[in-house]
Each structure stands twice: as structure tokens, then as C-alpha cells.
């Protein structure tokens, strides 16, 4: 028998059925893993038998023998504290800001009606999740503990009073990618150790492969295919799963057909940005340090790096739209003066698009007035008419209808938003893109569709791209470059295939070796 | 939004009597009727009766209405420039300047309020002005706090950022961009002043500090209801039960538009 088994549930919220005809299983010591874009209702599917979303589960739901199905709230409650363990997203909005580490702890190993732990016993619980110096950490807050930590002492408050099931909700989203690899290996270890079964909920194929031995693929709130993960990966019978699965980017897939790089467009020697602390202490902060790289015409330079590794920070000071305090950014061999005494046209040529679509857009302004607001300003005296045909063919250049013009940006999913943020971007006719993460924070399906627009835009009109990312294997399909940050500082340099072939910093080495 | 208002509809319903009893009436509100001096309730074409020198009770009581709110709206409105335009400068600006002009509004917070508009209507004399300037003064301080977080907020946010890589001015970002998306706040935060600046107002009314006789407002009548309470507790309990209920109805309504839009 299976540890936890659902059979044809159903999720409605106020009488709106999300989720219907689910099934899955869960084995102990085993990992399954639901993947589906945002609003699949893979969410859904996990938390509500646990009652722990607004919505009414329908259906039968076995844990350990437990039908979640028919009991009552009292004894869901009792089998979501002795039998499961969750682990959410955000580490720190999961985690409470005012407790200790500590004081969560106990709570979470006493909360199935286990004796108060001793010291020892806490100790030994943050050694099982691999967190060093556990004896410090007990008295820490959550805000002095970095992403990994947090996210690793999350897991061991889940696992703290020895449940049977481990119920993860995208625990890896917000991490690096080397980061991930560790919490997926530390999860991996304790599913063998203790014998628990995961039920792992993420929207990235990629994050789960390897890991995963049953995968479930759900879509609007449907299971589309489900089986063995290394069958369904290898032979994927639906169309929607085969979709997936090439929209995922993969190291070592075939190179892309890229477009052949001209002149040198801009070059940067020796940037560096340093910030003063803010508020009235003293000291500084150096966010980067002798960057230099060159960018030429009609070519992609990805920039990678874990985050606070100051990559955004450089396309920032190359896009006019922070802070640049050392060193020189050289444009077809001139200099480009700092930010804010650049010329119109000056800004005209280098344009940015950021990683969140929806927050990139004015929320009072119609798509309209958004992609005609650089031409505003950067060729006034056009009368509205050819604005509105101006915005019309910017549009057209990302594949968005000409309705899309009245449109509230609020109306728009994320992946619209994206390419009304590019159609902004481009409007202009700029010749250098800044893309900060402009995939990261999209659906695989819909990233992939970023992807491919740019690599169009990139051999239609010639525009350079500078594509910053933490994600190697997504950089690969667009790029030729490859600039590899950490600390602040450019340590690798070199074509795509030499740097993914032989990296040779420990950087390159671990986000390849994670991806 | 169709389901029903309640707080809103007793806020319009009250503003709309303040307005329209006057030419209703046959009383003026300082019109002093010497056949029916103390007149109970419900006595001839006195429907609240009299106070003790014979003035129409209900005419007086739109009459103070009237008064109240409008100092409150004006106040409010006074609060709300003000506080818009020195909160986002600040903001925007950031910084030491930011750091200036935040501590020139936590001084001002710390100045004992009561005081300087004793000292004002001391050396001044008392008029409707001076209740304005003393209440402005205080009001505006939370509002420009509110207005700074949110255009602290927003400046970092990516479409800013946009704006200004697309070459917009910093004039027309602030006007088109940081305006629009802070007025709603701004708005939620200006119907709370307004039940804050009632209740200030009819304090210092209530003090004898506010308004001049004959002209009147909540706070004048409250007064003047409590002291004569013994003799006839009706002259009391109208002008406060309205008060009481203007407050409330307002906060309810100002709560839930903050609420909506943060």
C-alpha cells in the first residue's frame, strides 16, 4: 500500500471547481513530483486535503491509512501534525520573524505531543539538515540567516517530529542554483535515511529531474500525464508534456543557430560601483569591482552568477539606470558619459527589460501609453496617430494583437506583460538590450517564448543582448558569450561552449555542475 | 460595489440635512425666537425645541454641522497638499535631504499641539483661521510620513526604473507615474484625517478655543448642551450622538478604503 494515495479528488473554491480528477501516489522513501505552470492548481492539489488552502477537497485521499476524505477537521488537523511536514517557497515569510530558531524548533517537534527536546536533541536536529555552527544558531533570528539556511532550518522544523510525508511547495524557487542543488540533495538524503515520502510541487522541470521518481504533469487544474519520471521524460506520450519538456533548458542540448557577431558595440574597463551604507554609518559597500567585458554587434553576452554576485548591478550601470562610480564604459570606442548626462539619444540606443513583467509596467496606464512612452520623449513631435502606428508595429514585433493596446496591465499574464515590456524596450530602436532575468520569473512554456523572440528580434533587427541570469542552461540557447560573476567581480570569460565544456574557475564549475 | 453602505449613506444623508435645513427652516441659526425661550422638543414649529436663549436647536445643529465639516475638509484638504508634496519630495529625493526634512516632521510631532494653539488664538484672537493653521499644522505630519514610505516604495520599482532608462524627465515621472499610483492611498488616508480633524475641532470648541458665537459647531453645542444637561439633557445628547456617529460612519469608510488600497 501506498503511504499517501489520492484518487479522483476534486478542488472547488466557492462553488468554482479549480482542480478535478486528480490522482497520485506517494511511496514511502520516494519522491513524487507535480509540475504545472502557475494557476494548475499543483498548489492546490497538495495543500487542500490537509485543509490548508479556502478550498473543499472531494474525493479519496489515503495518508498512512488515514482517509483525509471523510474525516473531520479535528482529525485532518491531527494527521497534518503527526504524519507531515511542509516546506513553502519563502523561507522567510515561512519562517516567524520574532521567534528563534531555536523556539521553532521545539514548537515544531512538540506540536505532535512529543516531550519538551533538550538542547542536544535541537542540536542534532540543524546537524541532520547539514547547518554548521547548529549550536549558534539555536539563539539566531530568522533575518541573520542567509536564503539556504533559512531554507534548510525550514526543513528541519518539517521534519522535526518525524512525519511520514514531506509535502515541498516550490523549496527551491527562490534559491541559486547551486544552492538548490545542495537542498535537493539534502532532501534526497533524508528520504533515503528516514525512509520519508516527498510530494515535491514546482514549476521547473528542470529543478525536479534526477530527483524525482514519479512525476505528475498538471495543467488548468488536470493531470495530463503522470507515470515513472524516467519514462515520462524519455517518451512522453501527450503533447503538452513533450511541450515541457523541449521548452526546458538542458546544458547539453544541440547549440542554437545564432546570429554572427559584427563590430564591437560597447566595451566596459574597470567598473566598479561602491555604495555608502545607507542611513548615517560610515563605510561602504563594493557591489563590483573591475568589470570589463566587451559586447559587439548583432551578439548575446550572458552574465551568470548566484545572487548578490552583482551581475544586475552591471547592467544597471550599463543601462543608464544606476549607480556607476569607477572605470569607463566605451561606446564604438567613445565614452558614454554617466546617467544622467547622457543624451536622448544615448539612452535611446540601450534599453532595459526587468525580471518582474507585471511590476515593470505603470499599473494607471494602458499598454498603449507604456510602449509609446520612450518615443515620447526620445522623438517628440510625432502626432498621435503615428504613435499609435508606431505602437501597433512594436506589438506586432512580439507577437501581441493590436487589442492588447487598451489593455490595463493588470489584465495581462506574465508572459503578455513580458513582451509588453519588450515591445517598450524596442520601440525606440535601440541597438543593446539589458535583459535582467527576463525569464526567470515566467513559466518554462512561456520563458521558452521569451527566448525564442529575442533570438528573432536578435537576427531581424541586429540588436546586441545582454542577458543576465542565474540560470546557465537558459542562457546557453540565446547567447554567444558567456561572463561568469561572483563576489563582485568577472571571474571567467570565454565563448559558450568553451566556458561550458571547461570551466575552469570553482564558480563556472558549481553552477554547471548544479544546472 | 452595489452591496449596500451604510457608513457612507448616514455620512451623506448628514451633509445633505447640514446643507438643505437652512432653507427649510424658518429659523436662522442665530435667530432668537423670545415667545418660545426653552421650548421642549416637538413645541410648535420648534421640532428640537430651543436652547435658553431661545434659538432653534436644529437649525443651530446643521448650522454646527456645517461649521465642523467644512474646517475638517479644509483642514484635510490643507493636510493633503502639503503632505503630498513634502512626503514625496522626500521620498523621492532620498538621502540626507530625505534624512532633513523627516526629522524637521518628527520636531513638529513633538511640539505640545494644545499649547501652540492656545498661544496662537492668545495672540491672534480666535477666528475660523487660526483653527485651520493649528490644526493644519498637525495634520499634515502623518500624511507626508504615509506619502514618503509610498513613493520610497515605488521609486524602486521596475517600471520607475523604465521610465527613466525611456528618457522621462524626472518631472513627468513624479506627475504621471508616482502621482497617479499614490493617490489612492493618499485618498484612503484623507478620509481618516477628516473624523480626526472633527474630533480636534470640537475639542477646541468644546475648550472655547474654536469658533466665535454666534457662529457655532459640534463641539460649541456640545458644550453648551453639557452645560445646561440637568435642565434638559436633549440639548446634550443631539449635537453629541451626531458627533459620535459622524466619527465612526467616517473612520468605517476611511478604514475600508485603506484597507482596499494597501
Known amino acids: 500500500m501506498s503511504l499517501y494515495e489520492i484518487r479522483n479528488m476534486a478542488v472547488s473554491i466557492a462553488g468554482q471547481r479549480l482542480v478535478e480528477d486528480v490522482s497520485l501516489t506517494v511511496e514511502a522513501g520516494q519522491c513524487t513530483a507535480l509540475i504545472g505552470a502557475s494557476g494548475s492548481g499543483k498548489s492546490l492539489t497538495c495543500l487542500t486535503p490537509f485543509g490548508l488552502t479556502r478550498g473543499v477537497a472531494m474525493g479519496s485521499m489515503v495518508l498512512d491509512g488515514i482517509d483525509l476524505g471523510s474525516a473531520d477537521a479535528a482529525r485532518i488537523r491531527e494527521a497534518r501534525c503527526r504524519l507531515t511536514g511542509f516546506i513553502f517557497q519563502q523561507p522567510l515569510t515561512a519562517l516567524t520573524p520574532h521567534l528563534t530558531v531555536g523556539a521553532q524548533l521545539q514548537e515544531a517537534t512538540m506540536q505532535a505531543g512529543a516531550a ?14 547539514g547547518l554548521s555552527r547548529a549550536d549558534e544558531r539555536l539563539d539566531q533570528f530568522p533575518h541573520r540567516l542567509s536564503g539556504g539556511e533559512r531554507q534548510r532550518v525550514m526543513i528541519a522544523a ?74 515520462v521524460l524519455s517518451d512522453a506520450r501527450e503533447d503538452y508534456t513533450r511541450r515541457l519538456i523541449a521548452a526546458t533548458p538542458r546544458l547539453h542540448e544541440p547549440a542554437p543557430k545564432l546570429s554572427r557577431p559584427g563590430e564591437i558595440l560597447l566595451e566596459t574597463r574597470g567598473l566598479g560601483v561602491t555604495f555608502d551604507r545607507p542611513g548615517w554609518r560610515r563605510g561602504k559597500i563594493q557591489a563590483l569591482a573591475d568589470a570589463s ?42 565614452m558614454l558619459p554617466e546617467r544622467r548626462k547622457r543624451s536622448l539619444d544615448m539612452r535611446r540606443l540601450i534599453q532595459p527589460v526587468f525580471q518582474d513583467p507585471v511590476a515593470s509596467l505603470d499599473p494607471q496606464w494602458r499598454v498603449q ?114 561572463a561568469v560573476m561572483e563576489d563582485g567581480r568577472i571571474v571567467e570569460t570565454g565563448t559558450m561552449r568553451e566556458v561550458i565544456g571547461h570551466p575552469a574557475h570553482p564558480a563556472t564549475q558549481k553552477l554547471i555542475s548544479a544546472s | 460595489m452595489l452591496k449596500p453602505r451604510f457608513p457612507l449613506v448616514v455620512v451623506l444623508a448628514i451633509i445633505l440635512l447640514a446643507l438643505v435645513l437652512p432653507f427649510l427652516l424658518p429659523w436662522t441659526y442665530d435667530q432668537i425666537d423670545w415667545d418660545a425661550v426653552r421650548a421642549p422638543a416637538f413645541s410648535g414649529a420648534h421640532i428640537f425645541g430651543t436652547d435658553e436663549i431661545g434659538r432653534d436647536r436644529l437649525a443651530r445643529l446643521a448650522a454646527g454641522t456645517r461649521i465642523t465639516l467644512m474646517v475638517a475638509i479644509a483642514a484635510a484638504l490643507v493636510s493633503l497638499v502639503v503632505g503630498i508634496a513634502w512626503g514625496a519630495t522626500a521620498g523621492w529625493i532620498g538621502g540626507r535631504v530625505d534624512e532633513a526634512m523627516m526629522r524637521i516632521v518628527d520636531g513638529l510631532y513633538a511640539l505640545p499641539f494644545m499649547f501652540i494653539v492656545i498661544l496662537l488664538m492668545v495672540v491672534f484672537g480666535r477666528s475660523i483661521l487660526l483653527v485651520f493653521v493649528g490644526i493644519g499644522l498637525v495634520e499634515w505630519l502623518t500624511m507626508a510620513r504615509v506619502v514618503r ?25 513624479m506627475l504621471r507615474h508616482i502621482l497617479p499610483n499614490i493617490a489612492g492611498v493618499a485618498l484612503a488616508y484623507l478620509m481618516l484625517t477628516v473624523p ?22 459640534l463641539g460649541i453645542l456640545v458644550k453648551e448642551g453639557a452645560d445646561d444637561m440637568d435642565m434638559t439633557p436633549l440639548g446634550l445628547v443631539l449635537p453629541g450622538g451626531l458627533l459620535v ?10 478604514e475600508r478604503l485603506r484597507d482596499r488600497f494597501s
Open chain 1, 293 to 334: 567585458l566587451i559586447i559587439r554587434q548583432r551578439e548575446s553576452l550572458a552574465i551568470v552568477g548566484g545572487s548578490g554576485s552583482g551581475k544586475s548591478t552591471i547592467g544597471r550601470g550599463i543601462a543608464g539606470i544606476g549607480p556607476v562610480t569607477e572605470g569607463e564604459i566605451l561606446w564604438r570606442g567613445s
Open chain 2, 245 to 254: 456617529m459622524l466619527l465612526v460612519c467616517l473612520t468605517i469608510e476611511g
Open chain 2, 149 to 173: 514610505g509610498q513613493v520610497m516604495a515605488l521609486k524602486q520599482r521596475p517600471f520607475i526604473l523604465a521610465a527613466e532608462a525611456a528618457g522621462t524627465p524626472s518631472r513627468i515621472i
Open chain 1, 158 to 231: 518539517a521534519i522535526a517530529h518525524n512525519p511520514k510525508l514531506l509535502v515541498a511547495d516550490e523549496p527551491t524557487s527562490a534559491l541559486d542554483a547551486s544552492l538548490r542543488a545542495e537542498i535537493m540533495g539534502l532532501l534526497y538524503q533524508l528520504r533515503i535515511e528516514q525512509g520519508l515520502g516527498l510530494l515535491l510541487v514546482s514549476h521547473d522541470l528542470a529543478s525536479v529531474e534526477g530527483h524525482a521518481d514519479q512525476l505528475v504533469v498538471m495543467d488548468r487544474g488536470r493531470v495530463v500525464e503522470r507515470g515513472p519520471a524516467s519514462k
Open chain 1, 116 to 129: 519538551r527536546p533538550s538542547v542536544r536533541e535541537l542540536v542534532r536536529q540543524l546537524e541532520r539538515v
Open chain 2, 196 to 217: 480626526q480633524v472633527v474630533m480636534v475641532e470640537s475639542f477646541l470648541s468644546f475648550l472655547g478655543l474654536g469658533v466665535q458665537e454666534p457662529l457655532t459647531s
Open chain 1, 369 to 482: 501609453d507604456i510602449v509609446v512612452e520612450p518615443l515620447r520623449n526620445l522623438r517628440p513631435g510625432l502626432t498621435t496617430a503615428e504613435y499609435q502606428e508606431m505602437a501597433r508595429v512594436a506589438l506586432t514585433d512580439v507577437d501581441l494583437a493590436e487589442e492588447f493596446l487598451a489593455r490595463w496591465p493588470t489584465s495581462l499574464s506574465g508572459g503578455q506583460a513580458q513582451r509588453v515590456a519588450i515591445a517598450r524596450a524596442i520601440i525606440a530602436s535601440p541597438q543593446l538590450l539589458v535583459l535582467d532575468e527576463a525569464t526567470s520569473a515566467l513559466d518554462p512554456l512561456v520563458g521558452a517564448g521569451i527566448l525564442e523572440l529575442l533570438l528573432r528580434l536578435q537576427s531581424e533587427n541586429g540588436i546586441s543582448l545582454l542577458f543576465i541570469t542565474h540560470n546557465i542552461a537558459a542562457a546557453r540557447r540565446l547567447c554567444h558569450r558567456i
